[in-house]
């Protein structure tokens, strides 16, 4: 026991922990989040165009497991799906367009929204991992990157510098003593009342960014080059209405998208195609970035004002036992 508290008191072996914890906190998310929904892979990125316009290459789409005898199939309403290629494998997201009941074993017909008439994929139901329910716009493009043997070398080497940086460095300190953190906290309450502090301008450098990123996922859109696509290519991340901008001009001889419809949720949006043929089809629940933002921006905010109330609350108390008492 007193090997343990000499141990744990050393500023190293506190960090290796934490580290460790981390990894054990991540880790056992994943496996939360894998019982959850149900499925062995409840997170994918996407990686290539054989379903745009509905998925973009980038966008991390969420999977949850789905009983073959309830999955919708149609060309246009039917569910989006991820399978193992019978032949090769290889996980592939596409539309479930037929189903049918072979020996008590369902197959399914799956067709990319992109992809030209008769590129139909079949598959027996144990091939099936499950249903797309929601895509996160952007970030998948970080797992994507990930393909590339080059950038996990890279990711590999920060880890490691990361790691050193720590041990060389802890980020623990020794506490301090009563006096001395009393008289920080009265100069820090004292440059609060009487100009701008450090901890102010955070406040308002965060604002910006959350409201700069409020805007981007809404109007923004940027191009670059993505390694780990398949192919490899540029790609192009869009704010919402740019995103439904393209949506209107995906105009091509076998997915034609003659209209769109946009309706909104509670941090998410959906924009389904109007095809030239008259029919609609079905698209994605989209996580909202624009609302997501609002949300931080606003707790940010009222936490930051409520600390501000109870530092001035605090003050004003200490202001009053200062007073010299009248005789």
Same mark, same amino acid.
């Given at each position: 026991?007193?090997?343990?508290?000499?141990?744990?008191?050393?500023?190293?072996?506190?960090?290796?922990?934490?580290?460790?914890?981390?990894?054990?906190?991540?880790?056992?998310?994943?496996?939360?989040?894998?019982?959850?929904?149900?499925?062995?892979?409840?997170?994918?990125?996407?990686?290539?165009?054989?379903?745009?316009?509905?998925?973009?290459?980038?966008?991390?789409?969420? =999977?949850?497991?789905?009983?073959?005898?309830?999955?919708?199939?149609?060309?246009?309403?039917?569910?989006?799906?991820?399978?193992?290629?019978?032949?090769?494998?290889?996980?592939?997201?596409?539309?479930?367009?037929?189903?049918?009941?072979?020996?008590?074993?369902?197959?399914?017909?799956?067709?990319?929204?992109?992809?030209?008439?008769?590129?139909?994929?079949?598959?027996?139901?144990?091939?099936?991992?499950?249903?797309?329910?929601?895509?996160?716009?952007?970030?998948?493009?970080?797992?994507?990157?990930?393909?590339?043997?080059?950038?996990?070398?890279?990711?590999?080497?920060?880890?490691?510098?990361?790691?050193?940086?720590?041990?060389?460095?802890?980020?623990?300190?020794?506490?301090?003593?009563?006096?001395?953190?009393?008289?920080?906290?009265?100069?820090?309450?004292?440059?609060?009342?009487?100009?701008?502090? =450090?901890?102010?301008?955070?406040?308002?450098?965060?604002?910006?960014?959350?409201?700069?990123?409020?805007?981007?996922?809404?109007?923004?859109?940027?191009?670059?080059?993505?390694?780990?696509?398949?192919?490899?290519?540029?790609?192009?991340?869009?704010?919402?209405?740019?995103?439904?901008?393209?949506?209107?001009?995906?105009?091509?001889?076998?997915?034609?998208?003659?209209?769109?419809?946009?309706?909104?949720?509670?941090?998410?949006?959906?924009?389904?195609?109007?095809?030239?043929?008259?029919?609609?089809?079905?698209?994605?629940?989209?996580?909202?970035?624009?609302?997501?933002?609002?949300?931080?921006?606003?707790?940010?905010? =009222?936490?930051?004002?409520?600390?501000?109330?109870?530092?001035?609350?605090?003050?004003?108390?200490?202001?009053?036992?200062?007073?010299?008492?009248?005789?």
């Amino acid at each position: 026991m007193e090997t343990f508290q000499r141990l744990w008191r050393n500023e190293y072996f506190k960090t290796v922990i934490t580290i460790i914890l981390i990894i054990a906190i991540v880790f056992g998310f994943w496996l939360g989040f894998q019982a959850a929904l149900g499925t062995e892979y409840p997170a994918l990125a996407v990686a290539s165009t054989s379903m745009l316009p509905t998925l973009n290459v980038g966008d991390l789409i969420i =999977v949850q497991h789905v009983d073959p005898a309830y999955l919708n199939a149609n060309y246009t309403t039917g569910d989006i799906v991820v399978f193992k290629h019978p032949v090769t494998g290889k996980l592939i997201v596409h539309r479930a367009v037929k189903k049918e009941l072979r020996n008590d074993v369902y197959w399914i017909t799956t067709h990319g929204d992109n992809n030209p008439p008769g590129a139909d994929e079949n598959f027996p139901e144990q091939n099936l991992v499950g249903k797309v329910i929601v895509k996160i716009p952007f970030v998948g493009n970080f797992a994507l990157l990930l393909h590339s043997q080059g950038n996990v070398y890279l990711l590999i080497f920060l880890i490691i510098l990361i790691f050193i940086i720590i041990l060389t460095f802890p980020f623990t300190t020794e506490d301090e003593s009563e006096p001395v953190k009393e008289e920080k906290q009265t100069e820090k309450r004292k440059r609060l009342f009487g100009k701008i502090d =450090v901890k102010t301008v955070y406040v308002l450098i965060l604002n910006l960014l959350i409201i700069s990123f409020a805007i981007f996922s809404l109007w923004g859109a940027f191009t670059f080059w993505q390694p780990g696509a398949d192919p490899p290519q540029a790609v192009t991340i869009r704010g919402m209405y740019p995103d439904l901008q393209y949506h209107e001009s995906f105009k091509s001889s076998h997915n034609y998208v003659n209209g769109t419809i946009l309706s909104q949720g509670f941090l998410t949006y959906k924009i389904d195609d109007c095809l030239l043929n008259g029919s609609v089809r079905q698209g994605v629940p989209t996580f909202s970035w624009l609302q997501f933002s609002i949300l931080i921006l606003c707790i940010v905010d =009222v936490w930051t004002l409520f600390d501000y109330l109870m530092e001035r609350r605090e003050t004003e108390q200490q202001e009053v036992l200062s007073e010299p008492k009248a005789l």
